[in-house]
């Protein structure tokens, strides 16, 4: 019994002696590697072009970071894993420490931050609707007694079942298996409106075959705010994070990132998704914060 | 330990819409045991009248027969529902409007019944030929002859794999969430997303599969004892 204790008491010290140093710089700086979680397809901000290559507003931002944590660190080298997650994967991933940070499209909300950690947010998305430009539809009561499609796996199926409710309104979902299975239903006239993130509706309207077909309409349902994902519960991680983003807002680096993801034409195939920053992300770049949905109010 | 129990206690969080994720769940169950059930009753139907035109003498009939089964079988079931869904109703215009549950359950019953009809036809064929000839022999027509002699041993001897079929079909039936069908996948990745708790959405629904593909085994199993002979078996070569 009495060794048992001293193992614990012993046991006890090493984890005190393990939390003063930040657990994931101190396994970077060991190992020189870092595993950046990345999405195959979340529009601008984090998406593959093929070959395990990984890019968008986000991935830039993260390697902006990651260089001056190496810097920082002193290391010679500092070599990037970079790991595809999918939204149902990603927050399990981060919390094993199979990836040290997420670079994708991951809303910060209080559910999530029991379990993990955000840096600054450096984007806002705004839910909203898109329409055939010849349906008439101009606003969210426009869409009583109509078929709306969003997709399964998002948000923003809660974002309406509460809409809903609190409105009275009466209509059908569809729910889309992906972003772009749902823009079909909307395509095809199953649906009258495709309810989705802005970007995400902005840059399949730009892909589809005739733009101009379709339009963008109505009030913001709802705003997300979007964030780079960390491990919970490792402030001097989370600081050597912030730090950089906050040095890129402050000069402005972001905002010209920002440009050149979403106003300038990207690779693969060149075009532009066309998509000025809105003034809720603008806050965000001017007053350095993390706070989680919850605390965002739509104005009406 | 406990905070592992304590964790599904989600479950009984309200979704926003006025219902617990419980509630949510147990009708997506019911979703995935209605267009299972629906799917299957299809496939027995087509799979079994397709299986048995195959081992008809017309070679035109069971040219057909074997058409169908090779269509159904070898074209992956996803993208058949995506065909029964996009593509079919834009060539016929008054599908545009049929639910999207009957279109699913067709497209899963005849992906199966392709199955069932390869299984029926190999069960009629493993029966000796002088039980069709001494059938007809006796007077019986065709017909006859595949209603009370044919059949019902074939039948015998296709038991255990129909059981998997019907398994898989619940399995399978997973599709339907491509198809905007609220059923057992669609809620793991929906609730899992709106709750960040993946791991107790999954798991929840694994075991909800898991017991209903079960209880189709024993059922079967139940069928499979009563359906056989006291003596000796019949029905091999």
Known sequence: MKVFAVILVSLLMLNVAFAAESKTLK????SGVITMGVRE???ALSYTLG?????GYHVEICEKVLATIQKNLGLKKLEIKYVPVTSQNRMPLIQNGTIDIECGSTTNNIARAKDVSFAVTTFVEEIRIAVKASSGITDIAGLNKKTIATTTGTTTVQTLRKNKKATGLEFKELYGKDHSDAF?????????AFIMDG?????????AKNPADFKIVGDVLSVEPIAIMLPKDDAEFKKAVDEPIKAMMKSGEIAKLWDKWFLKPIPPTNTKVNMPANENTKAAWATPNEKPMEEYTVKN | MLDIL???EIFLQDTGGGETYLQWLLQAWGWTLAVSFAAWIVAIIVGVTVGVLRTLPNRYIAFIGNTWTEIFRNIPLLVQIFIWYHVVPSLFLSLKDLPSFALVFVGLGLFTSARIA????????SLSKGQLQAS???GLTRTQAYRFVLLPQAFRIIVPPLTSESMSIIKNSSVAYAVSISELTMFAMQAGEETAKNIQMFLATTILYAVSALAVNEISKLIERRMQFKTSRVGAK
Do not use: C, M, P
Not at chain 1, 27 to 30: A, P, Q
Not at chain 2, 118 to 125: P, R, S
């Open chain 2, 6 to 8: 304590k964790s599904f």
């Open chain 2, 136 to 138: 007809l022999a006796l």
């Open chain 2, 118 to 125: 390869e299984q029926v036809k190999a069960g009629i064929e």
């Open chain 1, 41 to 43: 397809s979340s529009g």
């Open chain 1, 199 to 207: 970007t995400i509706l902005a840059g399949n309207i730009a892909r």
């Open chain 1, 51 to 55: 070959n395990n290559k990984y890019v």
């Open chain 1, 184 to 192: 079909l239903l909307l395509e095809s006239g199953r649906a009258d």
């Open chain 1, 27 to 30: 396994k970077i700086k060991d």
